[in-house]
C-alpha cells in the first residue's frame, strides 16, 4: 500500500477486513453486508473519517456473526434471506443454488435480533 500510486483507489474486498484496510489508506469497501446493513456501514465511515478507529471496529464486530451466517450455504443466499426478511426483496436465488435452509433461516433472524 505504501508504493500504489496515488491514483490508485484501494477498497476492501472482504467486510470483516474493511476497518483494517481503511486504517492502511483504503476508501471504501465492496460489500455483501453493506446490501442490508448500510446504516453500520456508514457509521464505520464516518467513524474512520473522524480517525475513530475503535469505533470503527466496534460497529463492525456487532456484524462478526451474521457475516458468518451469510456465506454458510453459498452467497448470495444469506443475504437474500437477510434482504427478504427486511421486506427488501424476496429470497430468490438462481438455479443451482437454493434459497436458505430452515436452520440458516431461524439462525438469520436469531442473529438479526441481537443486532437490532
Not at 446504516?39 to 478507529?53: G, P, V
Not at 437477510?82 to 434459497?99: D, F, I, M, S, T
Request: proline share 3%; with cysteine.
Amino acid at each position: 500500500m505504501s508504493k500504489k500510486p496515488k491514483d490508485f483507489v484501494l477498497i476492501s474486498g472482504d467486510d470483516l477486513l474493511t476497518v483494517s484496510l481503511y486504517a492502511l489508506g483504503a476508501v471504501g469497501v465492496i460489500s455483501v453486508l453493506a446490501n442490508a446493513f448500510g446504516d453500520h456501514f456508514k457509521t464505520i465511515k464516518e467513524k474512520k473519517q473522524t480517525n475513530d478507529y475503535l469505533g470503527a471496529s466496534e460497529e463492525l464486530f456487532k456484524l462478526l456473526r451474521i457475516n458468518e451466517l451469510m456465506f454458510k450455504e453459498s452467497n448470495p443466499v444469506g443475504i437474500k434471506y437477510v434482504l427478504k426478511a427486511q421486506g427488501v426483496c424476496n429470497a430468490y436465488v438462481r438455479l443451482p443454488l437454493l434459497e436458505a435452509s430452515p436452520s440458516l433461516k431461524t439462525a438469520i433472524e436469531t442473529e438479526m435480533k441481537s443486532i437490532y
